[in-house]
């Protein structure tokens, strides 16, 4: 692809470098001045279970901690059960596989979020100022409910027992909403805990509360702002923005690709986290999208449409592609190695401004996958509009579970 897209690419290209723990970060020197004025990165994956993505993103984090100055590591995870990761992340004891499983997504109970959480702790230890290590997502919301029934008593008990029934797993297939008064049940807690306290308790009944709206939706509706997948992606969003109520805080979001994304979920009707965003805090928040050429991941497997249950997720493997409509192909061609590049400043030739506003595809996996059709399953995207940078790996192999 010899044209004048993949020469742009090129020229903006910035090397990521080593991905090993611990490697240089000279190489990413230029992002300096493409996230200047910046104060939110969100940094996608194309696969939930991929090792390479793990590694990348904590590379990127690294720069924006120890050259950016940012301040939180905010990551697709239990909002309730993050606080023991956070806990052990800023020197605390405690066991990290422990604190890992119990955040309760089998995408990040591997070894290579074990490293992550392990170089978080070595730089905390001598750090001025420590990083936090916060949970985004509703689900999964047990030690909240645990830490209401601690600090609000007995009094509170009418309250929270109607909410035992949120002390559950996430949201899996099959699945089946609870009863919507469940949520009427939450909001009634937050209103007595928002009028009698204590402080403390008054996040762990936003999280309840939070989650009682996603669990009382169905996955699928004629209407889909009726989805519970509207409401997750607009409580992510929702709690991210409440950590930058601070103007000195600055975070890095991890994130699949799509719920970064500044527009849909896979050119649907679903806002995605990033749109929000977006909206919200305008070019103070980056998304940045990670892409791969071939390689590994691990997901579980879906068959007619349906999880197929009582087996660990399987490893799927997908080969490259040579279509120009493929963007990994496309900026694979342009240079060699491993890079990243600003979709945002610069001139844009006619043709990178045709390609950047046409309908593209990129490869899109979260925790299922289909055996058959994972080498031909591609995702819409209007880089554009959903975008500001990419990164591309140009093989990944899958992620090692603990």
Known sequence: MPDDVTGWLAGRAVPIGSLEPGSALAELAPLRDT??????????????????????????????????????????ASAAAARA???????????????LAGLGFWTLNTAEMLTVLERLR??????????????IDPQYPGAALKALRSCLGEAAAPLLDPLGVLDRTGLRQPWQPLDRQVEADARRLEEYVAEHGPAEAVEHARILRQYADVASRPFTHADPLQTLGIARDRYMAENVAL??????????VWAHN????????????VPAMGMHLAREFGEAYYALGTLFGHGEFRAHRRRFGRLVRGRPPAVFRVPPVDTARHVAARLAAARPGDYLVDLRGGDRPEPVAAWLAETNH?????????????????????????????????????????
């Open 362 to 402: 990129l490869r899109s996996f979260g925790g299922m996958a289909v055996r058959l059709t994972a080498r031909f399953a591609f995702m819409p995207t209007v880089l554009a509009d959903e975008f500001d940078g990419l990164a591309l790996l140009r093989q990944v192999s899958r992620s090692t579970p603990l």
């Open 35 to 76: 996230l200047r004025g910046v104060r939110l990165v969100g940094l996608g994956e194309a696969t939930h279970g991929s090792a390479e993505f793990f590694l990348l993103r904590w590379r990127l984090t690294e720069f924006l901690v120890k050259e950016l100055g940012f301040t939180t590591f905010a990551i697709e």
């Open 258 to 269: 799509g719920h970064v994304m500044k527009r849909s979920h896979s050119g649907g009707a």
């Open 85 to 99: 990761v956070d806990a052990y992340t800023r020197g605390g004891p405690g066991d990290p596989r422990e604190a």
């Open 122 to 135: 070595e730089h905390n230890r001598t750090a001025a100022r420590p990083v936090r290590f916060v949970g």
């Open 243 to 252: 950590l930058l109520a601070d103007p000195e805080e600055k975070v890095a």
